[in-house]
Protein backbone atom coordinates (compact mmCIF):
# COMPACT_ATOMS: atom_id res chain seq x y z
CA UNK A 1 0.00 0.00 0.00
CA UNK A 2 2.52 2.38 0.58
CA UNK A 3 7.04 2.38 -0.18
CA UNK A 4 9.39 4.36 0.73
CA UNK A 5 12.48 5.56 -1.47
CA UNK A 6 14.04 3.08 -2.11
CA UNK A 7 10.75 1.08 -3.12
CA UNK A 8 10.98 -0.71 0.44
CA UNK A 9 7.04 -1.66 1.95
CA UNK A 10 6.14 0.78 4.75
CA UNK A 11 2.66 -0.62 5.15
CA UNK A 12 1.13 -3.99 3.60
CA UNK A 13 -2.73 -5.06 3.87
CA UNK A 14 -4.03 -8.58 3.57
CA UNK A 15 -7.45 -8.92 2.88
CA UNK A 16 -9.45 -11.89 4.13
CA UNK A 17 -12.56 -12.17 2.83
CA UNK A 18 -16.36 -12.92 4.47
CA UNK A 19 -16.14 -16.32 3.43
CA UNK A 20 -14.05 -16.81 6.35
CA UNK A 21 -16.40 -15.74 8.75
CA UNK A 22 -14.53 -14.13 11.84
CA UNK A 23 -11.39 -14.27 10.16
CA UNK A 24 -12.48 -11.40 7.72
CA UNK A 25 -11.52 -8.42 7.61
CA UNK A 26 -8.11 -6.10 6.28
CA UNK A 27 -5.27 -6.54 8.60
CA UNK A 28 -2.58 -3.80 7.96
CA UNK A 29 1.10 -4.33 9.05
CA UNK A 30 3.58 -1.38 9.08
CA UNK A 31 7.26 -1.83 8.75
CA UNK A 32 10.76 0.83 9.99
CA UNK A 33 14.02 0.40 8.40
CA UNK A 34 17.35 1.72 9.74
CA UNK A 35 19.64 3.69 7.66
CA UNK A 36 21.49 0.76 7.21
CA UNK A 37 18.70 -0.72 5.62
CA UNK A 38 18.03 -3.25 8.52
CA UNK A 39 14.59 -3.69 9.42
CA UNK A 40 14.11 -1.36 12.86
CA UNK A 41 10.40 -2.55 13.59
CA UNK A 42 7.37 -4.64 12.15
CA UNK A 43 3.62 -3.69 13.14
CA UNK A 44 1.49 -6.22 13.69
CA UNK A 45 -2.42 -5.45 13.43
CA UNK A 46 -5.07 -6.80 16.34
CA UNK A 47 -6.56 -10.22 15.15
CA UNK A 48 -9.13 -12.29 17.28
CA UNK A 49 -8.19 -11.44 21.14
CA UNK A 50 -4.49 -10.73 20.26
CA UNK A 51 -3.81 -7.01 20.61
CA UNK A 52 -1.97 -4.95 18.21
CA UNK A 53 1.61 -4.94 18.73
CA UNK A 54 5.30 -4.32 17.69
CA UNK A 55 8.37 -5.96 17.18
CA UNK A 56 11.69 -4.01 17.04
CA UNK A 57 14.75 -5.09 16.00
CA UNK A 58 18.52 -4.23 17.62
CA UNK A 59 21.47 -5.01 15.69
CA UNK A 60 25.57 -5.10 16.21
CA UNK A 61 27.31 -2.36 15.34
CA UNK A 62 29.73 -2.71 12.47
CA UNK A 63 28.62 -6.47 11.88
CA UNK A 64 24.94 -5.85 11.78
CA UNK A 65 24.28 -9.03 12.88
CA UNK A 66 20.64 -9.13 15.09
CA UNK A 67 21.42 -9.02 18.83
CA UNK A 68 17.69 -8.38 19.78
CA UNK A 69 13.85 -8.60 19.33
CA UNK A 70 11.59 -7.18 21.41
CA UNK A 71 8.11 -7.60 22.01
CA UNK A 72 4.39 -7.38 23.44
CA UNK A 73 4.88 -8.04 27.01
CA UNK A 74 8.57 -7.09 27.61
CA UNK A 75 9.03 -10.53 25.42
CA UNK A 76 13.37 -9.76 24.81
CA UNK A 77 15.36 -12.04 22.90
CA UNK A 78 18.95 -11.38 22.98
CA UNK A 79 21.68 -13.38 20.64
CA UNK A 80 25.55 -13.52 21.06
CA UNK A 81 28.04 -14.69 18.41
CA UNK A 82 31.73 -15.92 18.15
CA UNK A 83 34.15 -14.40 16.24
CA UNK A 84 33.45 -16.59 13.27
CA UNK A 85 29.44 -15.49 13.63
CA UNK A 86 28.41 -18.29 15.19
CA UNK A 87 25.53 -18.00 17.68
CA UNK A 88 27.04 -18.84 21.43
CA UNK A 89 23.57 -18.27 23.03
CA UNK A 90 20.19 -17.13 22.92
CA UNK A 91 18.54 -15.80 26.06
CA UNK A 92 14.97 -14.90 26.26
CA UNK A 93 12.63 -13.71 29.00
CA UNK A 94 9.16 -11.72 29.91
CA UNK A 95 8.49 -9.13 31.79
CA UNK A 96 11.39 -9.26 33.85
CA UNK A 97 11.19 -12.32 34.58
CA UNK A 98 13.55 -15.34 35.12
CA UNK A 99 15.12 -16.19 31.53
CA UNK A 100 15.11 -19.75 29.46
CA UNK A 101 18.90 -19.55 27.65
CA UNK A 102 20.36 -22.07 24.69
CA UNK A 103 24.18 -22.60 24.92
CA UNK A 104 25.88 -23.56 21.60
CA UNK A 105 29.99 -25.00 21.35
CA UNK A 106 31.25 -25.90 17.76
CA UNK A 107 34.56 -27.80 16.63
CA UNK A 108 37.49 -26.87 16.58
CA UNK A 109 38.17 -26.03 12.68
CA UNK A 110 34.80 -27.48 10.87
CA UNK A 111 32.95 -25.44 13.01
CA UNK A 112 30.31 -27.59 13.03
CA UNK A 113 27.55 -27.53 16.27
CA UNK A 114 29.19 -30.21 18.51
CA UNK A 115 26.78 -29.45 21.65
CA UNK A 116 23.56 -27.17 22.15
CA UNK A 117 22.08 -26.78 25.82
CA UNK A 118 18.64 -25.68 26.54
CA UNK A 119 18.23 -24.61 30.49
CA UNK A 120 16.14 -22.22 32.27
CA UNK A 121 17.21 -19.77 35.06
CA UNK A 122 17.41 -21.69 38.64
CA UNK A 123 16.00 -24.80 37.67
CA UNK A 124 18.36 -27.12 38.00
CA UNK A 125 19.92 -29.53 34.88
CA UNK A 126 18.86 -29.45 31.13
CA UNK A 127 15.96 -29.37 29.74
CA UNK A 128 17.85 -30.77 26.74
CA UNK A 129 21.63 -30.77 26.01
CA UNK A 130 22.76 -32.43 23.02
CA UNK A 131 26.04 -33.65 21.76
CA UNK A 132 26.67 -34.44 17.76
CA UNK A 133 29.13 -36.15 16.12
CA UNK A 134 30.13 -36.18 11.97
CA UNK A 135 31.68 -38.43 9.70
CA UNK A 136 34.59 -36.97 7.79
CA UNK A 137 32.23 -36.00 5.16
CA UNK A 138 30.11 -34.00 7.93
CA UNK A 139 27.29 -36.25 7.84
CA UNK A 140 25.53 -36.49 11.53
CA UNK A 141 26.40 -39.71 12.84
CA UNK A 142 24.85 -39.29 16.19
CA UNK A 143 22.59 -36.92 18.48
CA UNK A 144 22.66 -37.23 22.27
CA UNK A 145 20.43 -35.40 24.54
CA UNK A 146 21.01 -36.18 28.05
CA UNK A 147 19.24 -34.11 30.20
CA UNK A 148 17.63 -34.32 33.31
CA UNK A 149 14.73 -36.60 32.04
CA UNK A 150 17.61 -39.41 30.76
CA UNK A 151 19.42 -39.98 27.69
CA UNK A 152 18.19 -39.67 24.31
CA UNK A 153 20.26 -41.39 21.75
CA UNK A 154 19.67 -40.95 18.00
CA UNK A 155 22.31 -42.73 15.75
CA UNK A 156 22.10 -42.85 11.56
CA UNK A 157 24.41 -44.76 9.13
CA UNK A 158 25.08 -44.08 5.40
CA UNK A 159 25.96 -45.77 2.12
CA UNK A 160 29.02 -44.76 0.15
CA UNK A 161 27.17 -41.80 -1.51
CA UNK A 162 25.72 -40.27 2.22
CA UNK A 163 22.37 -41.62 1.61
CA UNK A 164 20.99 -42.48 5.18
CA UNK A 165 20.20 -46.17 5.35
CA UNK A 166 20.08 -46.87 8.67
CA UNK A 167 18.11 -44.50 11.92
CA UNK A 168 17.69 -45.36 15.14
CA UNK A 169 17.42 -44.51 18.98
CA UNK A 170 19.32 -46.17 22.15
CA UNK A 171 19.10 -45.37 25.89
CA UNK A 172 23.07 -45.58 26.26
CA UNK A 173 25.59 -42.55 25.01
CA UNK A 174 27.66 -44.25 21.54
CA UNK A 175 25.77 -46.10 19.07
CA UNK A 176 25.80 -49.66 18.67
CA UNK A 177 27.81 -51.26 15.25
CA UNK A 178 24.78 -52.82 14.00
CA UNK A 179 21.30 -51.86 14.91
CA UNK A 180 19.18 -54.53 16.37
CA UNK A 181 15.70 -54.47 18.73
CA UNK A 182 17.75 -55.44 21.57
CA UNK A 183 20.27 -52.31 21.61
CA UNK A 184 16.68 -50.27 21.31
CA UNK A 185 16.04 -47.75 24.22
CA UNK A 186 15.51 -44.24 25.11
CA UNK A 187 11.97 -42.49 25.90
CA UNK A 188 10.87 -42.55 21.92
CA UNK A 189 12.77 -45.91 20.51
CA UNK A 190 12.74 -46.74 17.22
CA UNK A 191 14.42 -48.22 13.62
CA UNK A 192 13.89 -47.43 9.86
CA UNK A 193 16.18 -49.16 7.40
CA UNK A 194 16.09 -47.50 4.14
CA UNK A 195 17.42 -49.29 0.63
CA UNK A 196 18.16 -47.43 -2.88
CA UNK A 197 18.41 -48.16 -6.46
CA UNK A 198 21.34 -47.03 -8.57
CA UNK A 199 20.03 -43.62 -9.04
CA UNK A 200 18.83 -42.51 -5.98
CA UNK A 201 14.93 -44.31 -5.86
CA UNK A 202 14.33 -45.01 -2.84
CA UNK A 203 12.99 -49.00 -3.08
CA UNK A 204 12.17 -49.92 0.53
CA UNK A 205 11.82 -48.41 3.70
CA UNK A 206 11.56 -50.60 7.22
CA UNK A 207 10.71 -50.30 9.80
CA UNK A 208 11.50 -52.27 12.42
CA UNK A 209 9.72 -53.30 15.46
CA UNK A 210 10.80 -52.16 18.75
CA UNK A 211 9.64 -55.26 20.61
CA UNK A 212 10.66 -58.66 20.31
CA UNK A 213 8.24 -60.87 18.52
CA UNK A 214 6.64 -58.20 16.45
CA UNK A 215 6.22 -57.30 13.31
CA UNK A 216 8.16 -55.07 11.09
CA UNK A 217 6.53 -52.82 8.74
CA UNK A 218 8.35 -52.59 5.15
CA UNK A 219 7.38 -50.26 2.72
CA UNK A 220 8.19 -50.71 -1.06
CA UNK A 221 8.40 -48.53 -3.80
CA UNK A 222 7.90 -49.30 -7.34
CA UNK A 223 8.75 -47.26 -10.70
CA UNK A 224 8.56 -48.18 -14.70
CA UNK A 225 11.19 -50.06 -15.77
CA UNK A 226 14.67 -48.01 -17.37
CA UNK A 227 13.89 -47.21 -20.71
CA UNK A 228 10.32 -46.42 -20.41
CA UNK A 229 8.83 -43.09 -20.26
CA UNK A 230 9.00 -40.65 -16.61
CA UNK A 231 11.33 -43.22 -15.37
CA UNK A 232 11.96 -41.88 -11.92
CA UNK A 233 7.88 -41.43 -10.91
CA UNK A 234 6.50 -43.50 -8.39
CA UNK A 235 3.74 -45.94 -9.74
CA UNK A 236 3.29 -47.51 -6.25
CA UNK A 237 4.40 -48.20 -2.97
CA UNK A 238 3.07 -52.20 -0.88
CA UNK A 239 3.16 -51.38 2.63
CA UNK A 240 3.40 -55.15 4.46
CA UNK A 241 2.79 -55.77 8.24
CA UNK A 242 2.90 -59.48 8.88
CA UNK A 243 0.73 -61.20 6.36
CA UNK A 244 -1.30 -57.97 5.83
CA UNK A 245 -0.37 -55.98 2.72
CA UNK A 246 -1.63 -52.98 1.39
CA UNK A 247 -1.21 -50.98 -1.95
CA UNK A 248 -0.97 -46.98 -2.59
CA UNK A 249 -1.54 -47.03 -6.81
CA UNK A 250 -0.30 -43.08 -8.28
CA UNK A 251 -1.72 -41.97 -11.63
CA UNK A 252 -0.35 -38.81 -13.20
CA UNK A 253 -1.48 -36.47 -15.51
CA UNK A 254 0.70 -35.51 -18.92
CA UNK A 255 2.81 -32.97 -16.57
CA UNK A 256 3.68 -35.87 -14.30
CA UNK A 257 1.93 -34.54 -11.74
CA UNK A 258 -0.36 -37.24 -9.36
CA UNK A 259 -3.87 -37.27 -10.23
CA UNK A 260 -6.37 -37.17 -7.71
CA UNK A 261 -8.53 -40.43 -7.49
CA UNK A 262 -10.04 -42.35 -4.33
CA UNK A 263 -9.86 -45.16 -2.25
CA UNK A 264 -11.37 -47.97 -3.67
CA UNK A 265 -13.05 -49.31 -0.03
CA UNK A 266 -12.34 -45.81 1.81
CA UNK A 267 -12.70 -42.01 1.86
CA UNK A 268 -9.72 -39.87 -0.01
CA UNK A 269 -6.81 -39.25 2.47
CA UNK A 270 -3.78 -37.41 1.82
CA UNK A 271 -0.28 -39.56 0.90
CA UNK A 272 1.53 -39.97 3.72
CA UNK A 273 4.91 -40.41 2.15
CA UNK A 274 7.72 -38.05 3.25
CA UNK A 275 10.61 -36.68 1.99
CA UNK A 276 12.88 -36.87 4.70
CA UNK A 277 14.38 -40.24 5.05
CA UNK A 278 14.82 -39.68 8.90
CA UNK A 279 13.03 -39.51 11.73
CA UNK A 280 11.49 -36.35 12.09
CA UNK A 281 13.15 -36.12 15.61
CA UNK A 282 16.20 -36.03 13.54
CA UNK A 283 17.87 -32.21 13.59
CA UNK A 284 19.50 -32.83 10.40
CA UNK A 285 16.19 -33.69 7.62
CA UNK A 286 18.39 -31.66 4.91
CA UNK A 287 21.16 -34.57 4.59
CA UNK A 288 17.98 -36.89 4.13
CA UNK A 289 18.33 -38.91 1.07
CA UNK A 290 14.85 -39.01 -0.92
CA UNK A 291 12.31 -40.36 -3.21
CA UNK A 292 10.92 -38.22 -6.37
CA UNK A 293 7.44 -38.89 -4.53
CA UNK A 294 3.88 -37.82 -5.31
CA UNK A 295 2.08 -35.34 -2.65
CA UNK A 296 -1.39 -37.28 -3.28
CA UNK A 297 -2.71 -40.49 -2.74
CA UNK A 298 -4.42 -41.60 -5.61
CA UNK A 299 -6.09 -45.43 -5.32
CA UNK A 300 -5.67 -47.61 -2.60
CA UNK A 301 -6.48 -51.54 -2.76
CA UNK A 302 -8.10 -53.03 0.37
CA UNK A 303 -6.02 -54.94 3.24
CA UNK A 304 -5.43 -58.48 2.07
Known sequence: MAYDRLYRPLRTSVTIPSTEGALQGTYLTTTTYNASGTVSGVGYPKAGDLAANTVTYTYEDGTQRPIKVSGPLNLT????????????????????????????????????????????????????????????AGNVL??????????????????????????????????????????????APYWTSYSYDKVGNRLTETQHATTSGAPDTERSYHYPDPGTAQPHKLNSVDTTTGTVKSTDSFGYDTGATPTPGYWATAPPRPWTGTSRAISPRSPNPSRAAATRSPSTCTTRTAPV
Do not use: H
Open 142 to 187: SVSDTSRSGTDNQCFGYDYLGRLTEAWAQSTTGCATTPSTSALGGP
Open 77 to 136: ATTNYSYTGKPLQYVMSANGGKTAYENNTYQWGTQRLATSAVGRQDVTGSDQNNTYTYDE
